[in-house]
């Protein structure tokens, strides 16, 4: 899509999807006018419009999921004369109950398992992230189960073949075990070691797998002069699970490690759920040498399925949909509200069951 269809498809939407693409991407966005709006959103992200293309079209299709699914009234209610004296204030009012009967446990079930081999085909993100990374630090935003390993490998096989170090970390040790592994694998056990409070395996290899402390530690100790870590051939750092920048104990660990991680290596931070990414590439804008590019999307490549399970371990899917249905609080399964009633039965001493 050029510029020019994106920011017609733009002007078509209300306001309010403008705002929530604005989230994240444009500060102070909430007293811009609609066609401010649309171009600030467009020139914060001339290096991703596919990116903002695509949030776009999620948000549309969730949109237009809500609009195709509305929710018939059980009862009826026959509109009522407001008192003269009543407050303005609408009263709330619960959301009436659907009278569909609900998904079966087989549809709910349907499409999942090992689906049909295809020959791989690179998303645009991933190649966008890829072609980022050839000229500055990219961070990347994307849903759960989207592919971000996909571009952790490819990336450090490009340093590799530029004769390059790699270190890949993740926030736990189970999680580095098991990309040494499935990293093992794809380049040969030789090319890759491991660095963990646990382990150490293959230490002088090209790729290193480590937890992101230990590696903060390494240029902790690199800056004060006191061990040789090869930092000079050092040509990439993949932070995996990077949201954990945020955390209350541990977040400082990610930022010490963006600090000190030598200027001449290539940063990419993989997280599936940064609230404020934008932010986030725009401080490592700020400390870097070059400017830092941001690649996100929010459309689930997986979708997601809500399911109950009670614990005489009967399944039923939550909601009367398929898919989750965003914002209807009232499309609980009929099955799950039963076996939900039946636990608390259970569970709760009696005459307290919650109805
Ligand atoms: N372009 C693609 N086309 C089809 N399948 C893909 C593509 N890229 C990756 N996959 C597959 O998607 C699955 C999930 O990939 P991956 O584990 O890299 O996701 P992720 O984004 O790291 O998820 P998580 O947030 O859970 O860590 C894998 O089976 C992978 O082979
Ligand atoms: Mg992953």
């Known amino acids: 899509m050029t510029t020019d269809e994106l920011a017609q498809l733009l002007a078509q939407q209300p306001v309010a999807i403008l705002h929530r693409l604005a989230r994240g991407r444009v500060q102070r966005h909430f007293r811009a006018g609609k066609r401010r709006l649309i171009d600030m959103l467009i020139q914060h992200s001339t290096n991703n419009l596919a990116g903002l293309e695509s949030d776009l079209q999620a948000?549309?299709?969730?949109?237009?999921?809500?609009?195709?699914?509305?929710?018939?009234?059980?009862?009826?209610?026959?509109?009522?004369?407001?008192?003269?004296?009543?407050?303005?204030?609408?009263?709330?009012?619960?959301?009436?109950?659907?009278t569909e009967p609900g998904v079966t446990l087989?549809?709910?079930?349907?499409?999942?398992?090992?689906?049909?081999?295809?020959?791989?085909?690179?998303?645009?993100?991933?190649?966008?992230?890829?072609?980022?990374?050839?000229?500055t630090d990219v961070v990347v935003s994307v849903p759960t189960g989207s592919g971000k390993t996909y571009v952790a490998v490819e990336a450090a096989r490009r340093a590799m073949s530029e004769n390059r170090t790699i270190i890949y970390t993740s926030p736990l040790k189970a999680l580095s075990?098991?990309?040494?592994?499935?990293?093992?694998?794809?380049?040969?056990?030789?090319?890759?070691?491991?660095?963990?409070?646990?382990?150490?395996?293959?230490?002088?290899?090209?790729?290193?797998?480590?937890?992101?402390e230990i590696?903060?530690?390494?240029?902790?100790?690199?800056?004060?002069?006191?061990?040789?870590?090869?930092?000079?051939?050092?040509?990439?750092?993949?932070?995996?699970?990077?949201?954990?920048?945020?955390?209350?104990?541990?977040?400082?660990?990610?930022?010490?490690?963006?600090?000190?991680?030598p200027s001449q290596a290539k940063l990419l931070l993989l997280s599936a759920s940064i609230g404020n990414p934008?932010?986030?590439?725009?401080?490592?804008?700020?400390?870097?040498?070059?400017?830092?590019?941001?690649?996100r999307h929010s459309k689930r490549t997986v979708p997601l399925r809500a399911g109950y399970l009670h614990p005489n371990g009967k399944l039923t899917p939550l909601f009367r949909t398929a898919g989750i249905p965003y914002g209807h609080?009232?499309?609980?399964?009929?099955?799950?509200?039963?076996?939900?009633?039946q636990y608390e039965e259970d569970t709760l001493p009696s005459g307290r069951t919650r109805r």
């Open 59 to 98: 948000l549309i299709e969730e949109r237009q999921s809500r609009v195709q699914t509305p929710v018939p009234p059980a009862n009826p209610v026959p509109p009522r004369q407001t008192a003269p004296h009543t407050s303005r204030r609408p009263t709330r009012t619960h959301e009436p109950e659907s």
């Open 106 to 135: 087989t549809a709910w079930l349907e499409g999942l398992g090992v689906p049909t081999p295809q020959p791989f085909v690179p998303d645009p993100w991933q190649e966008e992230a890829l072609a980022g990374l050839a000229e």
């Open 177 to 212: 075990n098991t990309k040494f592994t499935e990293f093992s694998k794809i380049f040969g056990s030789d090319q890759v070691g491991i660095l963990t409070g646990d382990r150490q395996d293959n230490a002088q290899a090209p790729i290193l797998i480590m937890t992101t």
């Open 215 to 261: 590696l903060r530690n390494l240029l902790y100790d690199a800056a004060s002069g006191e061990i040789d870590v090869r930092l000079d051939t050092l040509g990439l750092v993949i932070l995996d699970e990077s949201q954990y920048i945020a955390d209350p104990e541990r977040g400082v660990v990610w930022e010490e490690t963006i600090i000190f991680c």
């Open 278 to 295: 934008q932010d986030i590439a725009d401080w490592l804008t700020s400390i870097r040498p070059s400017p830092c590019r941001l690649v």
């Open 329 to 341: 609080p009232g499309q609980l399964h009929p099955e799950a509200k039963r076996l939900f009633l």
